[in-house]
């Protein structure tokens, strides 16, 4: 018994709301005390209200009252404090503020176990025992606890909304059937709820459906992910290694003309060397000769004079030329030649397989391919830096601004004879290939062709191989100030769109997507083409008509 009062003081100084000993303990006008802070989160919860009530009694209060500490209750619960008394269970069963409380509960309410949508009344496992065990609550539908059970009252009839209306899709009472929705579609809410339901489980099916059919995508994506990094891995490794064995091949040549070099070096510096001892040698004999004749011809007597001249007087000739002939100055500078033709030609190789190589790697592309930009910005992501290739420059076009314009000129301009140059038509192409996803601007005057087409359209001598849009190697879009015509094969499309003196080109290699816009303060769609590039493409210019028309590759920022 003495625990029991001592349980019982415990309870008392116990804040109701946290469950805990009073912290700064505050007694409100109905008599209840909870902590300051407790009770001043409770409140604040309230303020929209503008009513505030007691959370163990439910009175009410208006205005909000005023807090002021209990001095006599915090010297009680420091008190308690002292003798070693804790708080309370944590747990007593009793209603804190996030939990239903039972409705038929007086003073301090304990939790509700059930809600009853028959009494629309809320029961704690002492209160609902009557449920269980009179026949009278048989058909009651009792559920977990729920706070708004009076919403399930109608607010016009007072009555429990047993009924549903499908021609307004809410909740009646039978009072509502009859009145205001007479005529309409009604049902039992139970029957609703049954068709409902079996749409919920429907909806559940087809949910837990997706849910397995994206684990298993995740899945599929995971392992993809796998096993585009262990193939990435790997051709960096082997193009490493490739790559690596070009490197010392070319630096075992290198090192092999070196020494080729070196070796016909010292070969031909020691004949030098040697023909040159050779002609030292003469050169001395001769000039002992030569004093000796000279001493002869100082000789006054006549008799020793004519004795010695038969034996000085013989001069043997050289079987060498008199004059050394050597050939032109050129010594090893064939053999620079020789290398940078060898560098030329596997600098022109790389260029066009390198070409092959980015596009192969941009090719690796395992999902769906991505929907064409809706916006300026979108398309800027893709944009590329274009140039054009003089190689491919006809003699009267004129590259300024880098090699990014183009201008159509009287005099043919002095470029060096290439095969992949234009001679027919006054065409170029771009020196950078077109790779995966990209964009370009053109900015154009009078009248252009804009162009995306295969390398090796260029140098052809025919009119339909070579001249944009006449041939299936390329792909033209008309600009002139009387609109636009699209050309593929010799085809003529005519297309529709406003006039602007700046064309955008969007293309998605390996989706086979290419398309022309109208670019001005918007962009406006002028025609697309889908099909399947079979080669890289490279982008194009025509300028065919009146001097001075221009077209250039504008930067993008």
Not at 200 to 223: A, M, N
Request: aromatic share 8%.
């Amino acid at each position: 018994m003495a625990q029991k009062g001592v349980q019982l003081d415990q309870e008392t100084f116990s804040c109701s709301i946290c469950l805990d000993l009073l912290k700064d303990p505050v007694t409100i006008p109905c008599g209840h005390s909870y902590c300051m802070n407790c009770i001043k989160s409770f409140w604040d919860e309230e303020d929209e209200k503008k009513i505030h009530s007691c959370p163990q009694c439910r009175q009410t209060f208006t205005p909000r009252p005023v807090l002021v500490k209990n001095t006599m209750l915090a010297a009680l619960v420091e008190e308690l404090k002292k003798t070693g008394l804790q708080a309370a269970p944590a747990d007593h069963g009793y209603a804190g503020p996030e939990d239903v409380a039972c409705d038929v509960c007086t003073g301090r309410k304990l939790k509700a176990v059930k809600s009853c949508l028959i009494c629309l009344v809320s029961y704690c496992d002492k209160h609902l025992q009557p449920h269980y065990e009179f026949p009278a609550f048989e058909n009651h539908k009792l559920v977990d606890p729920s706070e708004k059970l009076q919403e399930n009252i109608c607010s016009r009839h007072d009555e429990l909304m047993k009924m549903f209306c499908r021609t307004d899709q809410q909740c009646i009472c039978y009072l509502c059937s009859v009145d205001e929705h007479k005529g309409h579609d009604t049902v039992s809410a139970a029957a609703e709820r049954t068709e409902r339901q079996r749409e919920l489980e429907l909806s559940r099916q087809q949910i837990q459906q997706r849910i397995q059919d994206r684990e298993r995508d995740v899945k599929v994506l995971q392992q993809e992910a796998e096993a585009i990094n262990r193939s990435a891995d790997k051709a960096v490794e082997d193009s490493e290694k490739i790559f690596t064995e070009l490197i010392r091949l070319i630096e075992k040549r290198s090192s092999g003309v070196k020494q080729q070099i070196r070796s016909q070096q010292k070969t031909e510096v020691s004949r030098v060397k040697e023909l040159q001892e050779k002609l030292e040698q003469e050169i001395n004999e001769l000039k002992r000769k030569d004093a000796e004749l000279k001493q002869l011809s100082h000789t006054e007597d006549h008799n020793q004079f004519l004795r010695n001249y038969p034996s000085l007087s013989g001069f043997s000739q050289s079987t060498d030329s008199s004059s050394i002939n050597i050939r032109p100055l050129r010594y090893f500078e064939d053999v620079t030649a020789a290398v940078s033709e060898v560098r030329d030609k596997l600098q022109d190789i790389l260029t066009e397989k390198w070409t092959n190589i980015l596009m192969t790697v941009t090719e690796v592309d395992v999902l769906l391919p991505q929907p064409e930009p809706k916006t300026k910005a979108g398309f800027l992501k893709y944009s590329q830096e274009i140039t054009m290739d003089p190689n491919t420059a006809h003699t009267r076009l004129l590259l300024s601004e880098g090699n990014r314009k183009a201008t159509l000129m009287s005099q043919r301009q002095s470029y060096p004879s290439h095969p992949e140059r234009f001679t027919t038509w006054c065409q170029v192409l771009s020196r950078e290939s077109l790779i995966g996803r990209c964009y370009l601007e053109v900015e154009w005057r009078r009248r252009v062709y804009v162009a995306v087409a295969y390398k090796n359209i260029s140098g052809a001598e025919r009119l339909d191989e070579c001249v944009f849009g006449l041939n299936n190697k390329s792909w033209a879009l008309n600009c002139d100030q009387m609109g636009y015509t699209f050309w593929y094969n010799s085809i003529k499309t005519p297309v529709s769109g406003p006039q602007s003196s700046r064309v955008g080109v969007y293309l998605d290699h390996s989706a086979g997507i290419l398309s022309f816009y109208s670019v001005s303060e918007t962009m406006t769609l002028l025609h697309r083409v889908q099909t399947t590039f079979t080669q890289p493409l490279y982008a194009g210019l025509g300028l065919y008509w009146h001097v001075g028309d221009t077209a250039e590759f504008c930067e993008l920022k």
